[in-house]
């Protein structure tokens, strides 16, 4: 009798773990960790994404904002979770290609993440506090190469995408700026620039744009080669004095190495599900953001482009002698 009682529980023990084992991915919340602080560019675009992608996964995504040397603390905390897709990396250019080369990581951007999806790219836009007293892009570099260090840059950080920018900036139009880093990101740098705490940003369109259309700090021009499509009164680049000078960050999905192929899949679906939305897709647009291709949205793509940015950027940043050191 004893036996069979043991039996019996045993059974239902082993039962009970098959059909937790056969549920469906997810059957509980999705963490998606934002290495940045909220209500910045990444954050901003997160929250537009992750809304539609709910709809699809039949679960609630769960946003998580953690902060530190320029994105690579979120970065590594999405790198050490349980491979078991609930815990999404969300990243861009600068956590996911730039700091690679700028600081001396605990962790591998290829072998120790494992791609889903490319949301989106833009070009950043060169922004200048209210009462500025260049007018344009030309006089603000011969300000600048005739005042070396009198203005401020703010950024999130050496290595970050707007340190990156002005470094780059800086080589090509040999003007020099005083660099001002912020722990928490995009979000207080806006903020100082509307406040005219500090001089200049370059800062990503999806959340330059509406404070250039409320007037609360001036757009010098656009690093791209075109003008926006919702902004076609910046100037590129190019037509304002500064050629050549293309940077474009662009965003993505990854997963912790190891993470099943089947719940990889899923997360791929629902991305490209939210991008297809037209509600969706109109809201980024109207942000400045650009859409690849839907052939260009898939894991393996991410995962090629990926690769490809880092041979590309890597060999520019470390030239430009940004490296520094974090802890391990």
Same mark, same amino acid.
């Given at each position: 009798m004893r036996r069979a009682v043991i039996w019996m529980l045993t059974w239902v023990s082993l039962s009970g773990m098959g059909a937790?084992?056969? %549920?469906? !991915?997810?059957?509980?919340?999705?963490?998606?960790?934002? /290495? !940045? #602080?909220?209500g910045g560019p990444l954050d901003t675009l997160t929250r537009i994404v992750s809304e539609r992608m709910r709809v699809s996964l039949g679960q609630p995504m769960l946003i998580e904002n953690i902060t530190g040397a320029s994105g690579a603390v979120g970065v590594g905390r999405a790198v050490r979770a349980t491979p078991d897709g !609930?815990?999404?990396?969300?990243?861009?250019?600068? =956590?996911?290609?730039v700091n690679g080369a700028a600081f001396d990581l605990p962790y591998d951007m290829l072998r120790d993440l494992d791609p889903v999806a490319l949301l989106s790219s833009n070009p950043y836009v060169i922004v200048a506090r209210k009462g500025l007293p260049a007018k344009d892009l030309r006089e603000l570099i011969t300000f600048l190469k005739a005042n070396p260090?009198?203005?401020?840059?703010? =950024?999130? #950080? /050496?290595?970050?995408? %707007?340190h990156v920018s002005g470094v780059y900036f800086q080589k090509v139009t040999g003007a020099s700026l005083r660099f001002v880093p912020y722990r928490a990101g995009a979000s207080d740098i806006v903020k100082d620039l509307v406040g005219g705490h500090i001089d200049l940003t370059f800062e990503q369109a999806i959340s330059a744009l509406p404070y250039v259309r409320s007037g609360q700090f001036n757009a010098y021009a656009v690093t791209a080669g075109a003008r926006l499509a919702v902004a076609p009164d910046i100037p590129t680049v190019d037509e304002a004095g500064a050629p050549g000078v293309y940077i474009s960050t662009w965003s993505g999905l990854?997963? /912790?190495?190891? =993470?099943?192929?089947?719940i990889v899949r899923k997360l791929t679906d629902a991305a490209m599900d939210a991008l297809a939305d037209q509600a969706v897709h109109r809201r980024l647009e109207d942000l400045g953001q650009v859409i690849p291709p839907r052939e260009q949205q898939t894991a393996a793509a991410l995962g090629a482009y990926h690769k490809a940015e880092i041979e590309k950027w890597w060999p520019i940043i470390k030239s430009g002698d940004v490296k520094v050191e974090i802890g391990r």
């Amino acid at each position: 009798m004893r036996r069979a009682v043991i039996w019996m529980l045993t059974w239902v023990s082993l039962s009970g773990m098959g059909a937790a084992l056969a %549920q469906p !991915y997810p059957t509980r919340p999705v963490t998606l960790i934002v /290495p !940045y #602080g909220a209500g910045g560019p990444l954050d901003t675009l997160t929250r537009i994404v992750s809304e539609r992608m709910r709809v699809s996964l039949g679960q609630p995504m769960l946003i998580e904002n953690i902060t530190g040397a320029s994105g690579a603390v979120g970065v590594g905390r999405a790198v050490r979770a349980t491979p078991d897709g !609930y815990t999404v990396s969300v990243g861009n250019w600068p =956590t996911h290609v730039v700091n690679g080369a700028a600081f001396d990581l605990p962790y591998d951007m290829l072998r120790d993440l494992d791609p889903v999806a490319l949301l989106s790219s833009n070009p950043y836009v060169i922004v200048a506090r209210k009462g500025l007293p260049a007018k344009d892009l030309r006089e603000l570099i011969t300000f600048l190469k005739a005042n070396p260090e009198k203005l401020t840059l703010g =950024t999130a #950080g /050496p290595g970050s995408g %707007q340190h990156v920018s002005g470094v780059y900036f800086q080589k090509v139009t040999g003007a020099s700026l005083r660099f001002v880093p912020y722990r928490a990101g995009a979000s207080d740098i806006v903020k100082d620039l509307v406040g005219g705490h500090i001089d200049l940003t370059f800062e990503q369109a999806i959340s330059a744009l509406p404070y250039v259309r409320s007037g609360q700090f001036n757009a010098y021009a656009v690093t791209a080669g075109a003008r926006l499509a919702v902004a076609p009164d910046i100037p590129t680049v190019d037509e304002a004095g500064a050629p050549g000078v293309y940077i474009s960050t662009w965003s993505g999905l990854w997963v /912790p190495r190891g =993470t099943p192929t089947n719940i990889v899949r899923k997360l791929t679906d629902a991305a490209m599900d939210a991008l297809a939305d037209q509600a969706v897709h109109r809201r980024l647009e109207d942000l400045g953001q650009v859409i690849p291709p839907r052939e260009q949205q898939t894991a393996a793509a991410l995962g090629a482009y990926h690769k490809a940015e880092i041979e590309k950027w890597w060999p520019i940043i470390k030239s430009g002698d940004v490296k520094v050191e974090i802890g391990r």
